[in-house]
């Protein structure tokens, strides 16, 4: 599985971006596609993660009712909409893709095995 994430850049606080991510090499029917993020000098944190197959989403509380986190099953791309951006959402931001085997509970907590290069995001205030 690769994992190709686009989309960042420099932006005014209260502006917005819409990062995205095309996957490739496998079938992602039981796949959990996930963006996560990494500040300098921070430990990389999640911020929010779809179910391929049926579109159940998460978001980490920091983000939530900001961000939106939706895939394009026909271009195989998992795209995260920024909204409000906040000077602390600088970070560079990672796409990643996790397989199951039984049902996930919790889409934060899985073992995200595939990982893209990260994108830059800078808010500026």
């Known amino acids: 599985v690769q994992l190709q994430a686009s989309g960042g850049g420099l932006v005014q606080a209260g502006g917005s971006l819409r990062l995205s991510c095309a996957a490739s090499?496998?079938?992602?029917?039981?796949?959990?596609m996930g963006w996560f993020r990494q500040a300098p000098g921070q430990e990389r944190e999640f911020v929010a993660a779809?179910?391929?197959?049926?579109?159940?989403?998460l978001y980490a509380d920091s983000v939530k009712g900001r961000f939106t986190i939706f895939r394009d099953i026909a271009r195989n791309t998992v795209s995260l909409q920024m909204n409000s951006l906040k000077p602390e959402d600088t970070a560079v931001y990672y796409c990643?893709?996790?397989?199951?085997?039984?049902?996930?509970?919790?889409?934060?907590?899985?073992?995200?095995?595939?990982w893209g290069q990260g994108t830059q995001v800078t808010v500026s205030s």
């Open positions: 990643a893709a996790a397989t199951y085997s039984s049902w996930p509970q919790n889409l934060r907590d899985l073992k995200y095995a595939y």
């Open positions: 090499g496998g079938t992602f029917s039981t796949y959990v």
């Open positions: 779809i179910m391929w197959s049926i579109g159940r989403t």
